[in-house]
Nanobody
Framework: QVQLVESGGGSVQAGGSLRLSCAAS????????MGWFRQAPGKEREVVAA????????LYADSVKGRFTISQDNAQNTVYLEMNSLKPEDTAMYYC?????????????????WGQGTQVTVSS
C-alpha cells in the first residue's frame, strides 16, 4: 500500500505561483510513476505532469508546459509540483497519484494510489 498526502494548495491571483507537495508513505519503492492530476467542477480528471522512475523522466500536459515543473525528493519521499504563471483556467482540485504497475503516464486508470486532493484557485 502507498499513502499519499497533498498540501500547498490555496488561492492566488493570475500570474502568481504555488508549490504543491505530495508526501508518500508505505511501499514507496513500488512507485513506477508519480503523477499530478487535476479536476475542475464539471470536468473529467486530467493529467498535469508525471515523473517516470527510476530515471526521473518528466512529462507534461501541453496546457502547463513551460509553467509547471514536477520534481521528487527520494530521500523525503515527496513529489512536488511547482506552478508558475498561474491562470484562472488552472483552478481545480489537484491530486497526487502513484502507479505500482505498468501503464501510461497520462491515464487515470493506470494509477492505483491517489491522495485526497488540494484545492487551487486562481482569480483574474
Amino acid at each position: 500500500q502507498v499513502q499519499l498526502v497533498e498540501s500547498g494548495g490555496g488561492s492566488v491571483q493570475a500570474g502568481g505561483s504555488l508549490r504543491l507537495s505530495c508526501a508518500a508513505s508505505g511501499y514507496t519503492n513500488s512507485r513506477k510513476r508519480m503523477g499530478w492530476f487535476r479536476q475542475a467542477p464539471g470536468k473529467e480528471r486530467e493529467v498535469v505532469a508525471a515523473i517516470i522512475n527510476p530515471f526521473g523522466v518528466t512529462l507534461y500536459a501541453d496546457s502547463v508546459k513551460g509553467r509547471f515543473t514536477i520534481s521528487q525528493d527520494n530521500a523525503q519521499n515527496t513529489v512536488y509540483l511547482e506552478m508558475n504563471s498561474l491562470k484562472p483556467e488552472d483552478t481545480a482540485m489537484y491530486y497526487c497519484a502513484a502507479a505500482s504497475r505498468g501503464g501510461t503516464w497520462s491515464r487515470t486508470d493506470d494509477y492505483n494510489y491517489w491522495g485526497q486532493g488540494t484545492q487551487v484557485t486562481v482569480s483574474s
